[in-house]
């Protein structure tokens, strides 16, 4: 793993790290040519703080690469995350927040519960988003909630599920995808899919197309099943 750290490249070894001289930087071109090159900035990085960045200027010439520079590690925060994908620990608390939220609640259903929940709550730009199917009292209704700074779909639903759980609704995650939404040129384009919440029977984009259809009427609004 190489490092970048206060504008000196280190590369592991042996639990620790060597400065660029020595014999681990001169092997530095056939270490480059066997692994991806991975860097991190500073003490301060996140999960979403990862930056495309090259070696420093100082680099040499014999390796043909280029200069960058870092920001600091108390640099302002990224914008919306678009990237993240799934792993086994999200698939698993996804499916568990899943079954969680479909069981009966132990909070007695709130009057007027249902109509004081609004349909769409979504951001603007590109994002994440989750369906909701929330009943109680023999009713239901469908949700459709997207956050731009969520990473994974699980990340948009928590939040979502507490309130109506905690309004004694039943919740069912019915699945999710990505929304690209312009209120500039008042287009929404539902499409994608979730790892972590693949779709229940029968749900699917076209349930959450027809919500914001019904929120947003003077919008246009398309969902399709392909890209992530």
């Not at 200069?67 to 108390?74: Q, V």
């Not at 086994?88 to 132990?106: G, K, V, Y």
Request: aromatic share 8%; hydrophobic share 35%; glycine share 12%.
């Amino acid at each position: 793993e190489l490092l970048a750290g206060r504008g000196q490249l280190l590369v592991a070894r042996g639990g620790g790290y060597m400065p660029r001289s020595g014999r681990a930087w001169h092997s530095l071109p056939r270490l480059l040519a066997a692994v991806p090159l991975v860097l991190r900035t500073g003490p301060g990085w996140s999960s979403r703080g990862f930056v495309a960045a090259s070696l420093a200027a100082s680099t040499p010439a014999s390796l043909g690469m280029a200069s960058c520079e870092a920001g600091p590690a108390d640099a302002s925060p990224p914008g919306p995350t678009t990237n993240p994908t799934t792993n086994a620990e999200d698939q698993r608390e996804a499916a568990a927040l899943r079954e969680s939220a479909a069981a009966a609640p132990s909070t007695a259903i709130s009057s007027g519960a249902l109509e004081s929940l609004p349909p769409v709550v979504i951001d603007e730009g590109t994002f994440k988003y989750v369906l909701l199917r929330v009943s109680g009292d023999g009713e239901q209704r469908y949700l459709v909630r997207g956050t731009a700074y969520a990473e994974y779909h699980r990340d948009v639903a928590v939040p979502y599920v507490r309130q109506c759980r905690g309004l004694g609704l039943t919740v069912e995650v019915l699945g999710g995808g990505r929304i690209a939404h312009s209120k500039a040129e008042k287009k929404i384009r539902i499409y994608g899919f979730s790892y972590g919440f693949p779709w229940a029977d029968g749900a699917g984009h076209e349930i959450s197309a027809e919500v914001c259809r019904e929120t947003f009427p003077d919008y246009s609004v398309e969902w399709s099943n392909e890209g992530y």
